[in-house]
């Protein structure tokens, strides 16, 4: 079982920056590839970045790639999502998730733990 707590988020201007984290329960966060997914009003949940235990394989939405950097501190238990050159596009609801195997992938429904999100909003 894994306890997934996003924080991080507000609201920032075009063109700004946040950094959000998720912190996870657990002592074997290590054993788990985690991601950040996102959901805009009236939208689907759609992906955003992941990355794997070991942080060495990463993988990026093509609207974020270049800008969103992912990482984790499994020390620390926690995955960040560093958001740079944000847009009026970028505001959702951001949400981390844990999937129980050493490989991230893209689709959400191969992660088993979520937690109850941040919002993000950008203004124009």
């Known amino acids: 079982q894994v306890h997934l707590v996003e924080s991080g988020g507000g609201l920032v201007q075009a063109g700004g920056s946040l950094r959000l984290s998720c912190a996870a329960s657990g002592r074997t966060f290590s054993r788990y590839a985690m991601g950040w997914f996102r959901q805009a009003p009236g939208k689907e949940r759609e992906f955003v970045a992941a990355?794997?235990?070991?942080?060495?394989?990463?993988y990026y939405a093509d609207s974020v790639k270049g800008r969103f950097p992912i990482s984790r501190d499994n020390v620390k238990n926690t995955v960040y999502l560093q958001m740079n050159s944000l847009k009026p596009e970028d505001t959702a609801l951001y949400y981390c998730?844990?999937?129980?195997?050493?490989?991230?992938?893209?689709?959400?429904?191969?992660?088993?733990?979520w937690g109850q999100g941040t919002q993000v909003t950008v203004s124009s």
């Open positions: 998730a844990a999937r129980p195997s050493t490989i991230p992938t893209m689709e959400a429904y191969e992660y088993a733990y």
């Open positions: 990355i794997s235990w070991s942080g060495a394989i990463t």
